[in-house]
């Protein structure tokens, strides 16, 4: 089993920034896929951003290109994400999910084997 603990959210004006970290503990491997997912009031789960660990790639969606990044330290078994000119459509609870697989990223929930209890981001405008 693998535990992921988010860390890292709260409120921030519109236009601001929020970094939030995910600390894997457990049964961990550092080749796992990690993700970033959010789910905002009334909506579905939605893929943010993902990395791998060989090779380095990543993927996001569209909507957070360029203002969100995301990074992972294997040395202590952290993921994080970096998010820049944050708007109210950035409102959501984050989730830090891995997939055990190590080579190409999916965005379906569904492929994601653990996950974290999720963090609140609220961005006012």
């Known amino acids: 089993q693998v535990q992921l603990v988010e860390s890292g959210g709260g409120l921030v004006q519109a236009g601001g920034s929020l970094r939030l970290s995910c600390a894997a503990s457990g049964r961990t491997s550092n080749n796992y896929i990690m993700g970033w997912f959010r789910r905002a009031p009334g909506k579905e789960r939605e893929f943010v951003a993902a990395?791998?660990?060989?090779?380095?790639?990543?993927r996001y969606v569209d909507s957070v290109k360029g203002r969100f990044t995301i990074s992972r330290d294997d040395a202590k078994n952290t993921v994080s994400l970096q998010m820049n000119d944050l708007k109210s459509e950035d409102t959501a609870v984050y989730y830090c999910?891995?997939?055990?697989?190590?080579?190409?990223?999916?965005?379906?929930?569904?492929?994601?084997?653990?996950w974290g209890q999720g963090t609140q981001v609220t961005v006012s405008s």
């Open positions: 990395i791998t660990r060989i090779g380095g790639s990543t």
């Open positions: 999910a891995a997939d055990r697989r190590t080579y190409g990223i999916m965005t379906a929930p569904d492929a994601y084997d653990y």
